[in-house]
């Protein structure tokens, strides 16, 4: 795109005053303006222009409407892959010739993967903050350091940006202006459940996962006594495939996908696993757990947070798993011990959602809210949830929060199962009735979501000594 002036007012004015004079003894005619120093005008009045198209005069959020990955000779339209779709890139104003860039993004992508379906990972990822100077390549583009170079076309008002990664790998995407409709909306009703997928545990407490790079749910829970049991269920044909762990402590477990694998975090050990289960895992021994259960991990990067838990006492704590030496550190303490809670990351805010926790006397505190923490510099706020929750579950769906769980209706009445879903866009909830499909004699153990489905382990009888899961579908309208 050559350049082209988008205003021309002060150019004219500067031309104007160029012919005027004054017919007195002391005259104060200004000397001619210069070609050259009218075209610099011109342009600096372009960019600024240009700027405010991108930041609509203080902060724009765009999305992309497509994207390709060059890799040597293998070109990849990505636009299709659910790791971009939400994506958002915010411009903001900066100076008269530089921009603010705010990229948030959802999950990783694998650029240097050879084939396309290997493009696709479950690993959420930080935004990414930089500064955009504008360089006078003959178009007006804006570029950082290293990583990012856009160019804003005024025709179809979108803007072109270029990616670029080590070994001459790149992405080439547009961008248009994102807008209130771009985004998720809270579904109102599942018409029906139907069960899926069934298993014996001899706890009913569990993790469930769902993985968009396989296309499969993730299960971890205990087997037996001294057994740690690891589910992958494929959601196109049905297969499934198991992995057991054995001479742990496995109290409670957790899952979380960090680089290509997935991880168990356990009371006492984390096992790594392929994604396909094949192998053995690779299982390393906690050194400062302490036995603790009905705790929640989270995870960004390759970074997975440990919130709450009961080691015979509630746990205030919030904590970072140091990789290298399976450990880990506390990074802040909570205003209140709670386990059971529900947590996600959300544009680098750490959500904890409900949880409880046994007072002196051994009665039953619920936290009726959400807390988020900043990451950056762990502010935190505080939003009111719509019920008291004894046991919480979360996923999130690109701007909406799915929260369930067993409800918490006073001492002596007996919990319901609850589901509501919150939009961080405009921060309403939305609560989905669930009382004729899961009633209360079917317990609740975990919630996730793919694309436009829902999945619910129910605890249901089972054989001696163990527990029935039951994994139900439905669809989220």
Not at 115 to 143: C, H, M, W
Not at 282 to 304: M, P, Y
Request: glycine letters at 6%; one cysteine or more.
């Amino acid at each position: 795109m050559m350049k082209k002036p988008i205003i021309y007012f002060a150019s004219l004015l500067l031309i104007a005053s160029s012919f005027y004079s004054c017919q007195t003894d002391d005259d104060t005619t200004p000397p001619p303006v210069s070609e050259e120093e009218m075209e610099e005008e011109e342009e600096n009045l372009d960019i600024i222009a240009t700027i405010n198209a991108m930041t609509d005069g203080s902060e724009k959020t765009w999305k992309i409407d497509n994207a390709q990955i060059t890799n040597g000779s293998l070109v990849t339209d990505v636009l299709a892959l659910y790791s971009m779709e939400d994506d958002e890139f915010i411009f903001s104003t900066n100076t008269d010739t530089s921009i603010q860039l705010r990229h948030r993004r959802g999950y990783r992508i694998n650029y240097a993967a050879p084939t396309s379906q290997e493009l696709k990972s479950d690993v959420r990822v930080a935004p990414i903050e930089t500064t955009l100077n504008y360089e006078d390549t003959g178009e007006y583009q804006f570029v950082d350091a290293s990583r990012y170079r856009f160019s804003y076309n005024e025709n179809d008002q979108t803007i072109t940006g270029l990616q670029e990664f080590e070994n001459g790998i790149s992405m080439v995407f547009t961008l248009s202006e994102k807008t209130t409709a771009d985004y998720e909306v809270s579904p109102t009703s599942i018409p029906s459940l139907t069960e899926v997928f069934s298993f014996e545990a001899s706890q009913p407490v569990l993790d469930m996962k769902y993985s968009f790079a396989t296309q499969s749910l993730y299960m971890t829970n205990r087997k037996e006594q001294n057994e740690q049991q690891l589910i992958k269920y494929a959601l196109g044909d049905g297969s499934s495939v198991s992995q057991v762990t054995t001479g742990g402590d496995y109290v409670a477990q957790q899952l979380a996908f960090v680089g290509d694998q997935i991880m168990t975090i356990s009371s006492s050990e984390v096992s790594q696993s392929n994604l396909d289960l094949s192998g053995n895992p690779q299982t390393t021994i906690l050194s400062n757990f302490n036995g603790e259960f009905d705790f929640r991990t989270v995870a960004i990067e390759n970074e997975i947070y440990k919130i709450g838990g009961y080691n015979g006492f509630g746990l205030d704590a919030v904590s970072l798993l140091n990789v290298g030496d399976t450990s880990f550190s506390q990074v802040l303490t909570m205003q209140e011990e709670k386990a059971s809670v529900g947590a996600e990351i959300i544009n680098n805010e750490l959500y904890v959602v409900g949880g409880f926790k046994f007072s002196d006397q051994g009665d039953i505190i619920t936290y009726d809210e959400i807390v988020t923490y900043d990451l950056s510099d762990m502010s935190t706020q505080v939003i009111a949830l719509p019920a008291s929750l004894i046991r919480t579950f979360t996923t999130r769906y690109e701007n909406l929060l799915y929260i369930a769980g067993r409800k918490y209706n006073g001492p002596g009445q007996a919990a319901t199962n609850y589901l509501t879903v919150y939009n961080t866009l405009d921060t309403s909830f939305q609560e989905i009735d669930i009382a004729n499909l899961l009633p209360n004699n079917m317990i609740m153990r975990e919630m996730t979501v793919s694309n436009s489905k829902i999945y619910f382990a129910i605890q249901t009888p089972g054989t001696t000594n163990l527990f029935g899961i039951s994994i139900m579908e439905g669809a989220l309208n």
